[in-house]
């Protein structure tokens, strides 16, 4: 056996000798080799490479040099730039383009020791909740072939929980990150708004976009977020909110929760997933922990604020990609603006067409206020309603999705149901807060899922140590 279910067992395993960073690198690319093919996760693999970084690690581990995450291997998601590898986001319209540089996350990450071991699939350009929009084709979830693993980062999620990789990174504009973690059992974690640098990060929607990192536990969260934080140069918006010792959880103590009754009476919340986050509530009172109901008033107005603010970033941030500067080109095209309209317009998906297109609208001179005005102006409340709430609660506590991983295909044909996807998630990415799911459950079809819960901005510390606490004490 040489790869683990956490960081914690690997360490152990490379320092009474059990294993190398070699034999653990064999073995991933063994179990990638054996069901990448039916997963679609990986979309390529680095694999000499990663052997030839293990074999140097190992150097470094047997003359005492390595540093804290040597022996971590990562999958890293497909719109997170790494120096001489292809990057894509998923879409034709970069077919071919080689990364100049590494994004921030990345040079952090190699800097103390991890191995990289390959790009992972991910809905065109983070856009989607089941990672079906890709030019690579859907990936499956790796607990059920026949249902999707989340999205956008569901090659990120279906990587880890297939055993293909220790960790990946994700990003999470309205919950990439926690929703396929919900479908895949897994822990995923969005920072706080600006708490890790978004430089080689493709964007999507700029002031909602994080990265963060999807784990089968929370002390492994930590210890990547503790790498991956803190003020970059290269990302202006990005922090200098001091990082802390996150990998070092506070001792345990009791809590003042707010639940969202919105949520929990949320028409289509599945019956299952409601009784289930109503006994852990109520195993968190009898523990001493106080629980308060509060109502939400906004919930119904959070997806299409989302979709009015996300996609007019969308429709500025992927003018850049148009068939001259670099990436897919039409052939022969008669003059310039051929060269624009017939290169996207054969290039991007159809959710990525459509995005565009309604960001655009929502700009326009007719429609601005009426739109994109407005939605500002709802956000800013969100976030209001939001600080409000936490002044007095130390975490506000919802479902992360309103039921299990569902059919592939089953929600593609209607994108507003699709979109309906992010009711619990979007939150977060609207208020800015850093926001986790937890993977508690099972439900009786035999798909896990998980809790949500939202704290204070760069209150991580408190967060993954109350999350730990909670999978210690709570998980079925």
């Known amino acids: 056996m040489n790869s683990y279910t956490s960081f914690k067992d690997t360490q152990i395993a490379l320092k009474n000798g059990k294993t190398t960073c070699v034999k653990i690198v064999e073995n991933y690319l063994k179990n990638i080799s054996e069901k990448n093919s039916d997963i679609n996760a990986f979309i390529e693999v680095f694999s000499d490479e990663a052997l030839e970084r293990a074999k140097q690690i190992d150097l470094k581990i047997s003359e005492g040099t390595s540093s804290k995450l040597a022996g971590f291997v990562l999958g890293i998601k497909d719109n997170i730039c790494i120096k001489d590898h292809k990057v894509s986001a998923s879409s034709k319209i970069l077919q071919g383009f080689t990364s100049l540089y590494s994004a921030t996350v990345i040079e952090r990450l190699l800097s103390e020791d991890a191995i990289i071991i390959g790009r992972l699939n991910c809905d065109e350009f983070a856009m989607g909740s089941g990672n079906e929009n890709s030019v690579y084709g859907s990936v499956r979830n790796p607990l059920d072939m026949t249902k999707v693993p989340g999205g956008s980062s569901g090659g990120s999620a279906a990587a880890v929980v297939a055993n293909m990789c220790l960790a990946t990174l994700g990003s999470d504009t309205g919950g990439s990150i926690r929703q396929p973690a919900s479908f895949c059992g897994l822990v995923g974690l969005k920072p706080t708004y600006s708490r890790v640098s978004r430089h080689g990060l493709i964007a999507y929607a700029s002031s909602f976009d994080q990265i963060g990192p999807l784990t089968n536990t929370v002390e492994d969260t930590a210890l990547l977020l503790e790498v991956i934080a803190g003020k970059d140069k290269m990302d202006s918006t990005s922090s200098s909110v001091q990082v802390d010792d996150y990998s070092s959880f506070i001792k345990p103590v009791k809590r003042k929760i707010a639940v969202l009754k919105d949520c929990l009476e949320r028409e289509g919340l599945d019956v299952e997933v409601k009784q289930k986050l109503e006994s852990t509530i109520q195993q968190l009172q009898d523990d001493g922990h106080e629980i308060t109901y509060v109502s939400f008033p906004y919930l119904d107005f959070l997806v299409p604020t989302y979709y009015v603010l996300t996609t007019a970033e969308a429709s500025s941030n992927l003018a850049r990609f148009d068939g001259v500067h670099y990436g897919y080109r039409i052939e022969n095209p008669e003059n310039l603006e051929d060269t624009y309209i017939d290169s996207r317009t054969t290039a991007f998906g159809d959710e990525v ?38 002044k007095d609660f130390d975490f506000i506590l919802s479902p992360t999705s309103p039921h299990t991983a569902f059919e592939i295909g089953k929600k593609k044909v209607d994108p507003t149901v699709m979109y309906l996807e992010d009711i619990f998630t979007v939150h977060a990415n609207i208020s800015g807060n850093p926001a986790i799911s937890i993977p508690l459950y099972t439900h009786s079809n035999g798909l896990p899922f998980g809790l949500q819960l939202l704290s204070k901005d760069f209150t991580e510390k408190d967060l993954l140590s109350f999350s730990s606490e909670i999978m210690k004490n709570f998980s079925e």
């Open 353 to 390: 067409k459509r995005r565009i297109m309604l960001g655009t609208f929502v700009l326009s001179a007719g429609y601005n206020d009426e739109y994109y005005k407005k939605a500002q102006q709802v956000r800013r409340i969100v976030q209001n309603k939001t600080d409000e709430l936490l």
